[in-house]
């Protein structure tokens, strides 16, 4: 009898420590991942002495506060928040409208040639974006549309190919039956369009803003070709500027990233769930 | 369909092409506008010489032949992207494999450390950059600062103590450097692995404990096949991705030190928008198109050997 009863308890012994180890392993590699993230933190409120020491302080002393409010006019922050959240906002409207509409055509109408043009949609995900930058600049500028923020609005109105895509897997889990029986009480297109099928889709629509979202806010290069003058700006090409004008003055640098970073750490703790069934879905299905 | 006339058939069928090309505008005229017209372009533009504000002017395969034979950073720039594939793609490619294997261990409080994995890669990429350029500092920076405390440790022990590089400093360590900042983004990839692990079938697993399978080959035969599509998938991505790293050279090193980071998309980027050489940069394109071209088939093809998919039919 005894002899069972300590079978069992070795068992769960090394079962406990099995898990505190791993415990321990996840732990140390969690630790790793968030030590840049203390150390932006850190730094953005070091006094410039504590900056420069070596080995380094931990914790800042005393916490400069004032960093961030001089870090955020030192170049005009807040002018460059508003235009990345007027461009977040519109680019989101947009690609929400026009994938689903596009998505739409291509699973709930029948159409001759509806196939080849959705195979062409499909080819288009592996054209590398330089081949058609080059030519898509020069249309823009002979719009006279650089140096707007419309080169980086519109083409969100003109849908995005795997949005479309992502869409139109879903609207084809849509039965057959609901958009006929309101076919049959008169609806039309239109109407099935909005009151059947989109409000089905909303986890695909949520996931699709999130990512346009995060798309718009992080973008470099389109803001970095067409906008020239710095009052357009956005976070992340007034950021870069900050990188090459005031490299050096590492404390204001930190409190400026953390400032384009904060928004995003929030909206993810929000929106945990889209963002994860949005990587599998993205992930996955392809 | 079968109890209307003729002219009652085809009167739906244009209602559901009129409808269909309706619904389908947006993309058909973006498609149009800024894509299929500047395919063409940009292969014109290929063979002329074109600043953005004369007309183009033509040249012939000069572009080509310039790129191909005189122009060192050409060579250059593809040596480093090709570098960046063959390091650091695998790199990136195990490291999120390896935390979707980690945060598959049936332990309390996956959420958690799932959030702190996967929480660098939606960081701005201009903010990560200015960080790691902070973090890579040779004098102040907070790696080589580690670097050295860990190897006074050492020197106490009478062992050798490594020295802390100077990374983007240094042309043999810039390259790494970008690697190893790559490294702290791979929680995306993971997410995406943890779901396709997910996905396996327990019976499999259960199956072959039955036969007395140690964990290395249950791995072998049975996990890493069933995840191979995914792993497909994302070494696709991961290449035509790879061809376009720009951001992070671009805010961190310039193309430097003595254009050790200068990878294709910036070398393309700078012929085209600094020295306003756009046939030159269309060329590039072209060439990149190829390239990328090329090397997908050839992960296509030898995926036949190596990819799995579940509910095929052998």
């Not at chain 1, 680019?91 to 929400?96: A, P, R, T």
């Not at chain 1, 650089?146 to 895509?165: E, H, K, N, Q, W």
């Amino acid at each position: 009898m005894t002899h069972s009863l300590d079978w069992k308890k070795r068992r769960k012994l090394r079962v406990t420590v099995k898990e505190a180890l791993q415990h321990l392993l996840l732990l140390a590699i969690g630790v790793s991942f968030m030590l840049p993230f203390y150390w932006l933190v850190a730094t953005s409120l070091k006094p410039d002495a504590q900056v420069f020491q070596s080995p380094p302080a931990w914790l800042p002393h005393p916490i400069m506060w004032h960093n961030y409010p001089k870090a955020l006019t030192y170049v005009p922050f807040a002018r460059y928040l508003l235009n990345t959240l007027v461009i977040c906002t519109l680019s989101v409207f947009g690609m929400l409208l026009s994938s689903s509409l596009v998505a739409y055509s291509f699973s709930k109408i029948r159409w001759p040639g509806r196939n080849i043009a959705f195979f062409i949609l499909l080819s288009t995900l592996m054209l590398p974006g330089q081949v058609t930058m080059i030519p898509v600049f020069s249309i823009f500028k002979s719009l006279h549309w650089v140096d707007t923020i419309r080169p980086l609005v519109v083409p969100s109105f003109l849908g995005g190919a795997f949005y479309i895509f992502l869409l139109r897997q879903f609207f084809m889990t849509v039965p057959l039956e609901l958009s006929d029986a309101a076919k049959i009480d008169g609806c039309s297109e239109l109407d099935i369009y909005r009151r059947v099928v989109l409000p089905l889709a909303k986890p695909a629509l949520a996931t699709i803003a999130l990512f346009t979202f995060i798309g718009a806010w992080n973008d470099f290069l389109g803001p970095l070709i067409y906008l020239n003058d710095d009052a357009k700006y956005t976070l992340s090409l007034g950021l870069q500027q900050f990188v090459s004008r005031h490299g050096a003055e590492w404390s204001m640098l930190m409190a400026a990233s953390t400032v384009m970073t904060t928004p995003i750490v929030v909206l993810f703790f929000f929106a945990q769930k889209t963002f994860i069934q949005g990587i599998t879905l993205t992930g996955i299905k392809g | 369909m079968r109890n209307m006339t003729r002219r009652q058939t085809s009167r739906l069928v244009k209602a559901d092409l009129r409808n269909g090309l309706l619904f389908a505008a947006p993309w058909i005229a973006g498609f149009l506008c800024l894509t299929a017209y500047p395919i063409i372009a940009s292969i014109y533009y290929s063979f002329c010489n074109f600043d953005a504000i004369s007309p183009p002017h033509w040249v012939g395969m000069l572009n080509y032949r310039i790129l191909v034979t005189e122009d060192e950073l050409f060579w250059r720039s593809l040596w480093n992207t090709a570098y960046m594939i063959v390091f650091g793609l695998p790199v990136g490619l195990v490291s999120s494999l390896v935390l979707a294997f980690l945060l598959n261990l049936k332990v309390r409080g996956m959420a958690f450390y799932r959030t702190l994995y996967y929480l660098p890669s939606i960081t701005p990429i201009v903010a990560a950059s200015a960080l790691w350029l902070w973090l890579l500092n040779p004098e102040i920076g907070l790696v080589n600062e580690l670097i050295m405390t860990f190897g006074k440790m050492l020197h106490r022990l009478h062992l050798p103590a490594p020295a802390g590089p100077g990374w983007l400093i240094d042309p043999a360590w810039a390259k790494p450097a970008l690697i190893f900042m790559g490294l702290w983004g791979a929680g995306g990839g993971m997410l995406i692995y943890l779901a396709g692990l997910q996905d396996v079938p327990e019976q499999l697993y259960e199956a072959a404990d039955l036969d007395g399978a140690s964990s290395w080959k249950k791995l072998w035969h049975i996990t890493l096949p069933m995840l191979s599509p995914v792993i497909f998938f994302n070494l696709v991505m991961g290449l035509i991705g790879s061809f376009q790293y720009f951001t992070q050279v671009y805010v961190m090193t310039g193309g430097g030190p003595q254009d050790a980071t200068l990878f294709y998309a910036l070398h393309l980027f700078n012929n085209a928008f600094l020295n306003f050489k756009m046939g030159y940069a269309s060329a590039m394109a072209w060439i990149l198109f190829l390239i990328t071209l090329a090397c997908t088939l050839l992960v296509f093809k030898t995926s036949a050997r190596w990819v799995y998919y579940p509910g095929e039919l052998k």
